[in-house]
Each structure stands twice: as structure tokens, then as C-alpha cells.
């Protein structure tokens, strides 16, 4: 894929594919502008080069049809305060009024087109839909990693329109880049750090980076599925039953891959799923009836780092602990400081899902990663080595 660098846009109207999916009040007032402000490097490069920036997202699911709750007019004033200047809202993308407002636009202006979703083509990846979307532009940028795992109109099927003229933004190059780096490149002491609650929601991942790295750290609510499959008592900690199969296989494929699995050798448990439970923490990997693991404890702390510090590229998806009441915090905590330290020794670290990127901001560790992902599903799914049609139709163009 190019990446926008190359791109010369002066004159030029730029369609670009952003993904302004953001979490919006009772009031409809965007409540958090991140999706916006990383967008910001795409947009003011082709405003220095002179070109005429025409924004297109999805928001929320309006299910194929117009709906003003899902209008986009209504996240305008955010994204003009985030890029300092009025930005236009253009309205639908089919409509005439589109057509007449984008050829108004003065180089270095911007507008917006209303919520594409509004149309059941885009979700088809619709070849009509993606042309007619392609009517407004002379270049297309995607800069929606959010949303490259989606094979849709706007995202995929728009390509073939723009042959040689479909650039990467910033954004989307750089989640690329990084993960392209972090999964592609072989190096020694690659340690996957994989926690959060559930095997069946990670199974994927876990098979696929078997095939990748030299140590699997497994923790979390699911490392007790994990602990239950080979032997080991976990009262009454988050199981999964139906997936120690699954747990079985994980820990004899990467056996016979030379993986080294750790787990948690020692607990600390709670005498109930509650922030202000009474707490236990076990000296040896067995956690008593009555009792439900909820953190790492400090041995495992200390192995896990010690493993953290020896690698040289790692990636952490899921918390090791419940992290979001204080006293089981501990272990994020260490670990996010682990990641962070064999970070500044050099190391590349990668970070992503939802909930680690809130705990390495609790605990004040966000600029010691060398790159944090905010891709979601898309990044996952890349880590399930799928390959993904945003990514796909670029690599093609
Ligand atoms: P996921 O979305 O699968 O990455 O899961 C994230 C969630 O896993 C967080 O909300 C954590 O509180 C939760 N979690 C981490 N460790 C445990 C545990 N030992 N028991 C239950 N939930 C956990």
C-alpha cells in the first residue's frame, strides 16, 4: 500500500474514507474526540498541499436507512473545533446538493458527507454505491482502520475506482506498519502477553500466535480455563468448560512449536466478584473452594516480567487481573510497567484492545509504548492472521 506521503493533492479533491464512529451523549455531543484527533495529520497534510478535503464515515448502525439520530451534521461542530476551522457538512452522498457543495469547495476547505450507512449498499461493498461515492473525488485516501476488516463500499470495493490514485492515511499506515512490523519481522524473544475474560473470544488469536512468537504469556479470567485443563484447582474463578478442548490443544500445539506457555503460578482471589471482597492471596498455583482468582500474585508478577524483559518485540491484549476494582490491580499495573521499561531498553511494544488501553492509561504508562492500536475488531482480526479488505484493496491499487 502507499501511504499518503505520496500523494500530490494541490487541486485535487481528496474523498477520505475516516472512521468518525464516536461515542455521543443523550444530546448527541461527541463525549470522546480521539477518532477525530488522529485523523488530524491526514487532513492537515492535504490541506498544506492545496487540496480540498471531502470527509466520509460510518456511525452507529442506521441499518440502511436515513435516520437523524445517526446523522453525521450532528458531530460537525466537533470535528470543526478539533481541526480548527468550519468544516461543511455536505449532506447525502448521492444528492445532488453533494455534488454542488463539493465543487464550491476552495482548496484547503473541508467538508463532510452524511453517514454512509444510510444507504444499505455500503455494508454490500455495492460496485454502484462505491462508484457513485467515487463521482466526488480525483484521489481516495483510507485512513478508517476501525473499519478495514469490513469489505464495504467505502472501504474496499471503492479502490478500483481510484487505479493508482488510493492512498493509506496516516492512521491506517501507521496501525499497518506496526503490526506489519510486530507479527512480519522475525525476531528472537517475541512474548505475547494475552489476558482479558474469555478463551472463546481469543481462541483465534492464540492459535495464530503460535505461529509467531517465542513466549505466550496466558492470563486473566481465561488463564483459569487454561489452569483447570491441566489439573489445577481454581474454585470458583470465570470457566469456560466447553473450551478446555480447545485449552488442551493451545498448550500441545505450541509444545510441539517450541512455544513456552507461562501462566499465573500464584492468585490473588476474592471471596466474591466484588470491589471490596475480602482478599486471599494463594502461595502456590491452587486457589481453595469458595474462592474466585481475580489477579496474578506476586510470584507470577515477578516470572512475568522477567520473561517481559528478556523479549524484544511484545504485544499485550487483556488486563492479567480484574483492573478495574483497585485491589486487583496490581498486576496490570506491573505489567503495563514492565512493558513500558523493556520499552526504553529498546524493545517494540504493541498494544491494543479497549480495556489494556485504559489500563496503561490508569496507571500513567501510555507513552512508554511504542505503539498503541486502537483498531478494535480490526486489529484483532489481524491478529487471527485475517487478511483484511481495506488493506487488501490498497495492497492491490
Ligand atoms: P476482554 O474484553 O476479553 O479483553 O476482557 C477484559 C476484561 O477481563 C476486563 O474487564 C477485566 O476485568 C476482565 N478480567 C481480567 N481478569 C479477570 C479475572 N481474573 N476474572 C474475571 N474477569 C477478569
Redesign the pocket.
Known sequence: MKSIDLASCKGKKVLVRVDYNVPQNEKLEVTNKTRIIRTLDTINKIVQDGGITILMSHLGRPKGEANDHFSLKHIVSAVSEVLGKEIVFLGDVLSQDAEEKVAQLKPGEIGLLENLRFHKEEEKGDENFAKAIARLGDIYVNDAFGTAHREHASTATITKFFPGEAYAGYLLYSEVVSLRKMLDEKKSQFTAII????VS??MNILFNLLNKVDNLIIA??MSYTFLNAIGVNIGE??FEEEMIPVAKEIIKKAHLKGVDIYMPIDNICADRFAEDANIFVTTENHIPDGWV???IGPKTIQKFSHIINISSTILWN???????FDQFGKGTQAISVAVSGSTLGGAFSLIG?G?TIAAVSKYGMSDFISYISTGGGAMLEYLEGISLPGIKALDEN
Open positions: 489476558g482479558g475474560s474469555k473470544s481469543k486473566g479470567g474463578s470465570l482468582g481475580m489477579d487483556g488486563p492479567v487481573g480484574v483492573f478495574e484492545g480495556d
